[in-house]
């Protein structure tokens, strides 16, 4: 069965330090989303990307982040100065966007990096 | 606004017990409903979802309805195995953003 990839799994970064999250979406799929899971709280949405552009995001994500298709198969986060409260682990995920209503769509999820800023 | 509520945890239960996790939303508009599911050293995994009022999404002995009436969409199980043991998450869909309840870590024990 088709899976959503993460890497690394785990990535620690000095503070003020440009990290890059990796991604491979299930690859016939139209969205992509990045979601992040500060350590005892809840998931939070951060953006998605439809047709090479954000679609939606929320105002965690400001102009430290930006994503990026860079080619056909690989989706990226990069956080451009990381601080300490980006320690978190960054969930990956795509939906299939054919269905015409995204809401009803499953979003496939990836195992998540564990970002870790020290 | 949007938002989750999701019955605190951690719950342990013996096998074979019946099994409640409560979630409550809160949306504008007709948001599709989504438990997922993370097992240790894994992503979130769709375990069923309901996309209207009325709706029932089950899966692998997993059962929850969507009850506009009372805005939850609480996950039910009649006989909990170990293999069951998990963090689960209620989530809503609006626009294609996700929800997401705090999540509710489930141990059985044999």
């Known amino acids: 069965e088709p899976e959503v990839t993460q890497t690394p799994s785990h990535q620690v970064t000095q503070m003020g330090q440009e990290v890059i999250l990796r991604c491979v979406p299930i690859s016939n799929h139209l969205y992509f989303y990045w979601y992040r899971q500060i350590l005892g709280q809840k998931v939070e949405f951060l953006v998605s990307f439809y047709n090479n552009e954000i679609s939606e995001k929320s105002e965690i994500f400001d102009d430290q982040f930006s994503v990026e298709r860079p080619d056909g198969s690989n989706f990226t986060l990069k956080i451009r100065s990381t601080k300490l409260e980006d320690s978190a682990m960054y969930f990956c995920?795509?939906?299939?966007?054919?269905?015409?209503?995204?809401?009803?769509?499953?979003?496939?999820f990836g195992p998540g990096t564990r970002l870790t800023v020290l | 606004g949007n938002s989750v509520t999701q019955m605190e945890g951690p719950v342990t239960l013996s096998e074979e017990a019946f099994l409640t996790i409560n979630c409550t939303y809160t949306a504008t508009g007709y948001p599709s409903l989504f438990w997922y599911v993370q097992y240790p050293g894994e992503g979130l995994q769709l375990l069923l979802k309901a996309t209207k009022a009325d709706d029932k999404g089950s899966n692998k002995g997993f059962e929850a309805t969507y009850r506009k009436e009372t805005t939850s969409f609480h996950l039910e199980k009649g006989s909990v195995q170990v293999s069951d043991s998990a963090v689960y998450f209620c989530?809503?869909?609006?626009?294609?953003?996700?929800?997401f309840g705090t999540g509710t870590s489930l141990t059985v024990i044999p």
């Open positions: 995920a795509s939906s299939p966007g054919t269905s015409g209503r995204p809401s009803t769509d499953t979003q496939y």
């Open positions: 989530a809503l869909s609006r626009g294609n953003q996700f929800y």
